[in-house]
Protein backbone atom coordinates (compact mmCIF):
# COMPACT_ATOMS: atom_id res chain seq x y z
CA UNK A 1 0.00 0.00 0.00
CA UNK A 2 1.89 3.20 -1.37
CA UNK A 3 1.70 6.23 1.50
CA UNK A 4 -1.00 8.25 -0.46
CA UNK A 5 -3.32 5.05 0.41
CA UNK A 6 -2.39 5.00 3.86
CA UNK A 7 -3.40 8.69 4.19
CA UNK A 8 -6.83 8.09 2.79
CA UNK A 9 -7.15 5.42 4.52
CA UNK A 10 -6.50 6.83 7.90
CA UNK A 11 -9.25 9.73 6.91
CA UNK A 12 -11.73 7.66 5.39
CA UNK A 13 -11.23 5.60 8.77
CA UNK A 14 -11.92 9.00 10.85
CA UNK A 15 -15.21 10.16 8.90
CA UNK A 16 -16.81 7.06 9.06
CA UNK A 17 -16.06 6.46 12.44
CA UNK A 18 -17.26 9.85 13.39
CA UNK A 19 -20.17 10.00 11.60
CA UNK A 20 -21.77 6.12 12.43
CA UNK A 21 -20.57 7.33 16.31
CA UNK A 22 -22.56 10.02 15.99
CA UNK A 23 -25.64 8.36 14.15
CA UNK A 24 -25.56 5.44 16.96
CA UNK A 25 -25.94 8.04 19.47
CA UNK A 26 -28.77 9.92 18.22
CA UNK A 27 -30.11 6.67 17.52
CA UNK A 28 -29.68 5.21 21.37
CA UNK A 29 -32.10 8.29 22.66
CA UNK A 30 -34.54 8.61 19.85
CA UNK A 31 -37.12 7.67 22.46
CA UNK A 32 -36.43 10.85 24.16
CA UNK A 33 -37.34 13.09 20.98
CA UNK A 34 -40.33 13.22 18.63
CA UNK A 35 -40.17 10.99 15.97
CA UNK A 36 -40.15 14.04 13.47
CA UNK A 37 -37.25 15.59 15.13
CA UNK A 38 -35.23 12.34 15.15
CA UNK A 39 -35.27 12.63 11.52
CA UNK A 40 -34.29 15.94 11.31
CA UNK A 41 -31.03 14.67 13.20
CA UNK A 42 -30.66 12.54 10.82
CA UNK A 43 -31.26 14.08 8.02
CA UNK A 44 -29.04 17.23 9.55
CA UNK A 45 -25.73 14.62 10.39
CA UNK A 46 -26.12 13.21 6.57
CA UNK A 47 -26.30 16.19 4.64
CA UNK A 48 -23.41 17.96 7.12
CA UNK A 49 -20.96 14.56 6.35
CA UNK A 50 -22.49 13.60 2.57
CA UNK A 51 -19.96 16.74 0.96
CA UNK A 52 -17.01 14.84 2.76
CA UNK A 53 -17.97 11.39 2.30
CA UNK A 54 -18.90 12.10 -0.95
CA UNK A 55 -15.34 13.35 -2.46
CA UNK A 56 -13.87 10.62 -0.26
CA UNK A 57 -15.62 7.78 -1.71
CA UNK A 58 -16.14 9.36 -5.11
CA UNK A 59 -12.27 9.63 -5.21
CA UNK A 60 -11.50 5.82 -4.07
CA UNK A 61 -14.08 4.16 -6.31
CA UNK A 62 -13.28 6.92 -9.28
CA UNK A 63 -9.72 5.93 -10.23
CA UNK A 64 -6.24 4.50 -8.77
CA UNK A 65 -3.94 7.07 -8.06
CA UNK A 66 -0.83 7.28 -9.89
CA UNK A 67 1.86 4.90 -8.21
CA UNK A 68 4.38 7.93 -8.29
CA UNK A 69 2.06 9.67 -6.56
CA UNK A 70 2.95 11.11 -3.12
CA UNK A 71 1.45 13.52 -0.62
CA UNK A 72 3.06 16.27 0.56
CA UNK A 73 5.14 15.06 3.36
CA UNK A 74 5.27 17.69 6.08
CA UNK A 75 1.70 18.79 5.15
CA UNK A 76 0.41 15.39 5.71
CA UNK A 77 -0.02 15.32 10.02
CA UNK A 78 -1.34 18.71 9.52
CA UNK A 79 -3.78 17.45 7.19
CA UNK A 80 -4.85 14.29 9.47
CA UNK A 81 -4.99 16.96 12.54
CA UNK A 82 -7.48 19.74 11.01
CA UNK A 83 -9.54 16.57 9.95
CA UNK A 84 -9.69 15.17 13.73
CA UNK A 85 -10.53 18.67 14.93
CA UNK A 86 -13.45 19.21 12.61
CA UNK A 87 -14.73 15.59 13.30
CA UNK A 88 -14.20 16.30 17.06
CA UNK A 89 -15.46 19.55 16.65
CA UNK A 90 -18.91 18.19 15.30
CA UNK A 91 -18.78 14.76 16.93
CA UNK A 92 -18.61 15.84 20.29
CA UNK A 93 -21.78 17.77 20.60
CA UNK A 94 -23.72 14.59 19.33
CA UNK A 95 -21.93 12.66 21.76
CA UNK A 96 -22.74 15.19 24.69
CA UNK A 97 -26.41 15.29 23.56
CA UNK A 98 -26.59 11.63 23.62
CA UNK A 99 -25.34 11.80 27.34
CA UNK A 100 -26.05 14.64 28.77
CA UNK A 101 -30.15 15.08 30.54
CA UNK A 102 -31.87 18.03 29.73
CA UNK A 103 -29.99 18.53 26.24
CA UNK A 104 -32.34 19.95 23.62
CA UNK A 105 -32.68 18.88 19.83
CA UNK A 106 -33.02 21.88 18.82
CA UNK A 107 -30.08 23.36 20.48
CA UNK A 108 -28.29 20.45 18.79
CA UNK A 109 -29.69 21.14 15.16
CA UNK A 110 -28.79 24.62 15.83
CA UNK A 111 -25.45 23.83 16.51
CA UNK A 112 -24.53 21.35 13.93
CA UNK A 113 -26.15 24.13 11.73
CA UNK A 114 -23.58 26.57 12.95
CA UNK A 115 -20.93 24.98 13.09
CA UNK A 116 -20.56 22.49 10.32
CA UNK A 117 -21.19 25.78 7.88
CA UNK A 118 -18.22 27.70 9.71
CA UNK A 119 -15.95 24.71 9.97
CA UNK A 120 -16.15 23.33 6.27
CA UNK A 121 -12.65 25.44 5.45
CA UNK A 122 -11.07 22.84 7.52
CA UNK A 123 -11.36 19.99 5.86
CA UNK A 124 -12.39 21.03 2.36
CA UNK A 125 -8.92 21.83 1.17
CA UNK A 126 -7.18 18.93 2.70
CA UNK A 127 -9.67 16.47 1.33
CA UNK A 128 -9.03 18.35 -2.53
CA UNK A 129 -5.78 17.74 -2.42
CA UNK A 130 -5.78 13.77 -0.78
CA UNK A 131 -8.62 12.81 -3.02
CA UNK A 132 -9.35 14.99 -6.17
CA UNK A 133 -5.72 16.50 -6.79
CA UNK A 134 -3.37 12.88 -5.85
CA UNK A 135 -5.59 10.90 -8.90
CA UNK A 136 -4.64 13.57 -11.62
CA UNK B 1 -70.34 55.01 45.86
CA UNK B 2 -72.67 52.04 47.07
CA UNK B 3 -69.84 50.24 48.97
CA UNK B 4 -67.71 53.18 50.11
CA UNK B 5 -71.50 53.70 51.84
CA UNK B 6 -71.70 50.29 53.14
CA UNK B 7 -68.00 50.48 54.60
CA UNK B 8 -68.79 53.40 56.24
CA UNK B 9 -71.73 52.35 57.45
CA UNK B 10 -70.20 49.28 58.78
CA UNK B 11 -67.57 51.33 60.16
CA UNK B 12 -69.78 53.39 61.97
CA UNK B 13 -71.78 50.63 63.35
CA UNK B 14 -68.44 49.02 65.54
CA UNK B 15 -67.62 52.90 66.29
CA UNK B 16 -70.93 53.32 68.14
CA UNK B 17 -70.43 49.66 70.09
CA UNK B 18 -66.63 50.80 71.21
CA UNK B 19 -68.33 54.86 72.59
CA UNK B 20 -70.83 52.13 74.37
CA UNK B 21 -68.14 50.70 76.05
CA UNK B 22 -65.73 53.57 76.86
CA UNK B 23 -69.31 55.16 78.66
CA UNK B 24 -69.47 52.17 80.29
CA UNK B 25 -65.79 52.42 82.07
CA UNK B 26 -66.19 56.12 82.17
CA UNK B 27 -69.05 55.71 84.39
CA UNK B 28 -67.99 52.72 86.36
CA UNK B 29 -64.19 53.28 86.77
CA UNK B 30 -63.16 57.05 87.85
CA UNK B 31 -59.48 55.96 87.02
CA UNK B 32 -60.27 55.76 83.52
CA UNK B 33 -61.35 58.54 82.89
CA UNK B 34 -58.80 60.02 82.51
CA UNK B 35 -57.48 57.35 79.77
CA UNK B 36 -60.79 57.20 78.04
CA UNK B 37 -60.87 59.60 75.61
CA UNK B 38 -56.98 58.26 74.10
CA UNK B 39 -58.52 54.92 74.29
CA UNK B 40 -61.26 56.06 72.32
CA UNK B 41 -59.55 57.46 69.71
CA UNK B 42 -57.23 54.46 69.75
CA UNK B 43 -60.41 52.04 69.32
CA UNK B 44 -62.06 54.42 66.47
CA UNK B 45 -58.37 54.52 64.37
CA UNK B 46 -58.42 50.61 64.89
CA UNK B 47 -62.66 49.89 64.17
CA UNK B 48 -62.42 51.95 60.75
CA UNK B 49 -59.05 50.16 60.02
CA UNK B 50 -61.04 46.88 60.76
CA UNK B 51 -63.92 47.33 58.73
CA UNK B 52 -62.27 47.93 55.20
CA UNK B 53 -64.33 44.62 53.98
CA UNK B 54 -61.87 43.86 51.26
CA UNK B 55 -57.90 43.90 51.50
CA UNK B 56 -55.71 43.28 48.40
CA UNK B 57 -52.63 41.38 49.60
CA UNK B 58 -50.39 40.97 46.53
CA UNK B 59 -50.65 41.44 43.35
CA UNK B 60 -48.54 40.77 40.14
CA UNK B 61 -48.66 42.10 36.87
CA UNK B 62 -48.63 39.26 34.68
CA UNK B 63 -49.18 38.13 30.80
CA UNK B 64 -52.57 36.15 30.14
CA UNK B 65 -52.20 35.22 26.31
CA UNK B 66 -51.87 38.52 24.41
CA UNK B 67 -53.16 40.47 27.40
CA UNK B 68 -51.76 42.13 30.43
CA UNK B 69 -53.39 40.92 34.13
CA UNK B 70 -52.57 40.08 37.28
CA UNK B 71 -52.20 37.40 39.53
CA UNK B 72 -54.13 39.11 42.74
CA UNK B 73 -54.17 37.76 46.07
CA UNK B 74 -56.78 39.51 48.73
CA UNK B 75 -59.42 38.51 51.30
CA UNK B 76 -62.82 39.81 51.74
CA UNK B 77 -64.91 40.05 54.64
CA UNK B 78 -68.71 41.38 54.90
CA UNK B 79 -70.04 41.23 57.71
CA UNK B 80 -73.59 40.49 58.26
CA UNK B 81 -74.22 39.24 54.63
CA UNK B 82 -74.02 35.40 53.94
CA UNK B 83 -72.63 35.40 50.62
CA UNK B 84 -70.92 38.19 48.20
CA UNK B 85 -70.65 38.02 44.42
CA UNK B 86 -67.45 39.35 42.80
CA UNK B 87 -68.47 40.24 39.37
CA UNK B 88 -65.11 38.34 37.67
CA UNK B 89 -65.27 35.20 39.66
CA UNK B 90 -69.55 34.42 40.64
CA UNK B 91 -70.97 33.74 43.81
CA UNK B 92 -68.90 33.07 47.09
CA UNK B 93 -69.16 33.12 50.79
CA UNK B 94 -69.18 36.41 52.77
CA UNK B 95 -65.91 36.24 54.01
CA UNK B 96 -62.85 34.78 52.14
CA UNK B 97 -59.17 34.15 50.57
CA UNK B 98 -58.62 33.85 47.03
CA UNK B 99 -56.09 34.31 44.52
CA UNK B 100 -56.32 34.24 40.95
CA UNK B 101 -55.63 35.70 37.33
CA UNK B 102 -57.71 38.82 36.70
CA UNK B 103 -57.70 40.68 33.43
CA UNK B 104 -59.44 43.52 34.97
CA UNK B 105 -57.97 46.69 36.90
CA UNK B 106 -60.45 46.12 39.48
CA UNK B 107 -62.89 43.64 41.17
CA UNK B 108 -66.48 44.27 41.97
CA UNK B 109 -67.99 43.04 45.10
CA UNK B 110 -72.03 43.31 44.59
CA UNK B 111 -74.57 42.04 46.90
CA UNK B 112 -76.20 39.79 43.98
CA UNK B 113 -74.86 39.31 40.22
CA UNK B 114 -77.19 42.63 39.07
CA UNK B 115 -77.29 43.70 42.56
CA UNK B 116 -75.52 46.91 43.83
CA UNK B 117 -71.81 47.06 44.32
CA UNK B 118 -70.88 46.71 47.98
CA UNK B 119 -67.33 47.34 47.24
CA UNK B 120 -64.81 47.37 45.03
CA UNK B 121 -60.78 46.12 44.99
CA UNK B 122 -58.13 48.84 43.00
CA UNK B 123 -55.87 46.51 41.54
CA UNK B 124 -52.17 48.02 42.13
CA UNK B 125 -49.28 45.88 41.42
CA UNK B 126 -46.99 45.10 44.89
CA UNK B 127 -44.80 42.70 43.70
CA UNK B 128 -42.87 44.34 41.00
CA UNK B 129 -40.25 41.96 39.23
CA UNK B 130 -37.04 43.01 37.47
CA UNK B 131 -37.75 41.92 34.40
CA UNK B 132 -40.60 41.97 32.14
CA UNK B 133 -43.87 40.51 33.37
CA UNK B 134 -44.41 36.31 33.83
CA UNK B 135 -46.72 34.84 30.88
CA UNK B 136 -49.39 32.82 32.20
CA UNK B 137 -50.47 29.76 29.81
CA UNK B 138 -54.07 29.74 30.51
CA UNK B 139 -55.21 27.64 27.60
CA UNK B 140 -58.67 28.75 25.59
CA UNK B 141 -61.59 26.76 25.53
CA UNK B 142 -60.96 25.50 22.46
CA UNK B 143 -57.49 23.33 23.39
CA UNK B 144 -59.96 21.08 25.84
CA UNK B 145 -61.71 18.41 24.77
CA UNK B 146 -65.25 18.28 25.19
CA UNK B 147 -65.90 15.35 27.65
CA UNK B 148 -66.02 16.04 30.81
CA UNK B 149 -65.84 14.37 34.26
CA UNK B 150 -68.39 14.84 36.90
CA UNK B 151 -67.95 15.32 40.80
CA UNK B 152 -71.18 15.41 42.76
CA UNK B 153 -70.46 18.24 45.14
CA UNK B 154 -71.20 16.71 48.04
CA UNK B 155 -68.98 18.95 50.61
CA UNK B 156 -70.18 21.10 52.93
CA UNK B 157 -67.36 23.65 51.78
CA UNK B 158 -67.92 26.53 49.36
CA UNK B 159 -67.42 25.39 45.88
CA UNK B 160 -64.62 28.68 45.29
CA UNK B 161 -63.25 28.91 48.44
CA UNK B 162 -62.63 25.02 48.09
CA UNK B 163 -61.49 25.00 44.86
CA UNK B 164 -59.18 28.03 45.35
CA UNK B 165 -57.81 26.40 48.41
CA UNK B 166 -56.52 23.43 46.46
CA UNK B 167 -55.91 25.16 42.94
CA UNK B 168 -53.61 27.55 43.97
CA UNK B 169 -50.99 24.46 45.15
CA UNK B 170 -50.22 23.57 41.87
CA UNK B 171 -51.43 26.16 39.20
CA UNK B 172 -52.63 29.93 38.55
CA UNK B 173 -56.02 30.16 37.67
CA UNK B 174 -58.37 32.45 35.81
CA UNK B 175 -61.95 32.50 36.84
CA UNK B 176 -64.39 33.77 34.18
CA UNK B 177 -68.13 34.08 34.65
CA UNK B 178 -70.61 33.72 32.06
CA UNK B 179 -74.35 33.26 31.96
CA UNK B 180 -74.24 32.39 35.55
CA UNK B 181 -72.13 29.55 35.21
CA UNK B 182 -68.60 29.93 36.54
CA UNK B 183 -65.47 28.49 35.20
CA UNK B 184 -61.75 28.17 36.15
CA UNK B 185 -58.95 28.02 33.90
CA UNK B 186 -55.84 27.06 35.56
CA UNK B 187 -52.40 27.14 33.71
CA UNK B 188 -50.20 24.29 32.38
CA UNK B 189 -48.87 22.68 35.47
CA UNK B 190 -46.15 19.40 35.30
CA UNK B 191 -48.26 16.19 35.78
CA UNK B 192 -46.55 14.30 38.45
CA UNK B 193 -46.70 10.74 36.98
CA UNK B 194 -45.31 7.17 38.29
CA UNK B 195 -41.36 6.32 37.02
CA UNK B 196 -41.90 4.14 34.01
CA UNK B 197 -41.98 6.81 31.45
CA UNK B 198 -39.32 9.19 32.45
CA UNK B 199 -38.50 10.45 28.71
CA UNK B 200 -42.39 11.34 28.87
CA UNK B 201 -43.16 14.53 30.64
CA UNK B 202 -46.16 15.63 30.72
CA UNK B 203 -48.68 18.68 31.94
CA UNK B 204 -51.74 19.54 32.58
CA UNK B 205 -54.22 22.18 32.62
CA UNK B 206 -57.75 22.05 33.48
CA UNK B 207 -61.14 23.69 33.03
CA UNK B 208 -63.49 23.32 36.38
CA UNK B 209 -67.14 24.25 36.14
CA UNK B 210 -69.82 24.33 38.67
CA UNK B 211 -73.22 23.39 37.49
CA UNK B 212 -76.48 23.40 38.94
CA UNK B 213 -78.74 20.69 38.51
CA UNK B 214 -82.20 21.86 39.31
CA UNK B 215 -83.79 18.27 39.25
CA UNK B 216 -81.71 17.31 42.51
CA UNK B 217 -81.00 20.87 43.45
CA UNK B 218 -77.25 20.30 43.69
CA UNK B 219 -74.09 21.63 42.26
CA UNK B 220 -71.85 19.42 40.60
CA UNK B 221 -68.25 19.90 39.47
CA UNK B 222 -67.56 19.39 35.80
CA UNK B 223 -63.21 18.62 34.97
CA UNK B 224 -62.11 19.09 31.88
CA UNK B 225 -58.24 18.33 31.33
CA UNK B 226 -56.01 19.47 28.24
CA UNK B 227 -53.40 16.72 28.62
CA UNK B 228 -49.63 17.47 27.02
CA UNK B 229 -47.16 15.08 26.70
CA UNK B 230 -43.81 16.05 25.26
CA UNK B 231 -40.40 14.30 25.03
CA UNK B 232 -37.13 14.92 27.66
CA UNK B 233 -35.12 16.15 24.87
CA UNK B 234 -37.50 18.10 22.96
CA UNK B 235 -39.30 21.59 23.56
CA UNK B 236 -42.34 20.29 22.21
CA UNK B 237 -45.27 19.27 23.98
CA UNK B 238 -48.43 17.62 21.74
CA UNK B 239 -51.79 16.50 23.18
CA UNK B 240 -50.89 12.95 25.02
CA UNK B 241 -51.93 9.65 24.12
CA UNK B 242 -50.12 7.93 26.11
CA UNK B 243 -51.80 5.28 28.34
CA UNK B 244 -49.44 6.18 31.35
CA UNK B 245 -49.68 9.97 31.04
CA UNK B 246 -53.33 9.28 30.56
CA UNK B 247 -54.20 7.41 33.63
CA UNK B 248 -51.49 9.91 35.62
CA UNK B 249 -53.98 12.26 34.22
CA UNK B 250 -56.98 10.86 35.58
CA UNK B 251 -55.35 9.92 39.03
CA UNK B 252 -54.11 13.44 39.51
CA UNK B 253 -57.84 14.94 39.00
CA UNK B 254 -59.34 12.68 41.10
CA UNK B 255 -56.93 13.04 43.87
CA UNK B 256 -57.72 17.12 43.23
CA UNK B 257 -61.16 16.26 43.63
CA UNK B 258 -60.95 14.77 46.36
CA UNK B 259 -58.81 17.20 48.33
CA UNK B 260 -61.84 19.87 47.17
CA UNK B 261 -64.05 17.70 49.00
CA UNK B 262 -62.10 17.48 51.87
CA UNK B 263 -61.09 13.60 51.82
CA UNK B 264 -57.42 14.39 51.93
CA UNK B 265 -57.37 18.05 53.44
Known amino acids: MTRIWRVRITLLTMFITAFVL ?4 VTAVYKSMWPDEYVQVMVKLFGIYSVHLSVILGAIFGGKPPDHAQPPRLLTPIAVALAAL ?11 FAFTAGEKVTDLIAYLDGVSAASAFLVTGLLTTYFIKANQ | MGGARSA ?14 IATLWSDNRHMRHLAPLVL ?3 ALTSCASTQPVKLIAAQRVIIGDETGYNVEYEFSFMSRESVYVRQVGPVGASGHLEHLVRAEHLDFL ?28 PPES ?8 FPWTSSAPLIAAANDVLRRYFR ?26 DVPAKIALLLSFPHDPATNRYSLHVRTSVLEGRSRSDVYKTAS ?24
Not at chain 2, 8 to 21: I, N, S
Not at chain 2, 143 to 150: I, L, V
Not at chain 2, 242 to 264: E, P, S, T
Request: net charge neutral; with cysteine.
Open chain 1, 86 to 96: WNVLIGWRTVA
Open chain 2, 111 to 138: DSRNGKILASLAITPTIHPSASPPTMDV
Open chain 2, 242 to 265: DDAVLRAADRFVGQLVAQMQGVHP
Open chain 1, 22 to 25: QLVC
Open chain 2, 173 to 198: YEPRNSDNLTRLFTTYAVLPHSAGAP
Open chain 2, 8 to 21: HAEGLTALLWHVRF
Open chain 2, 41 to 43: VLL
Open chain 2, 143 to 150: AFPTAYQS
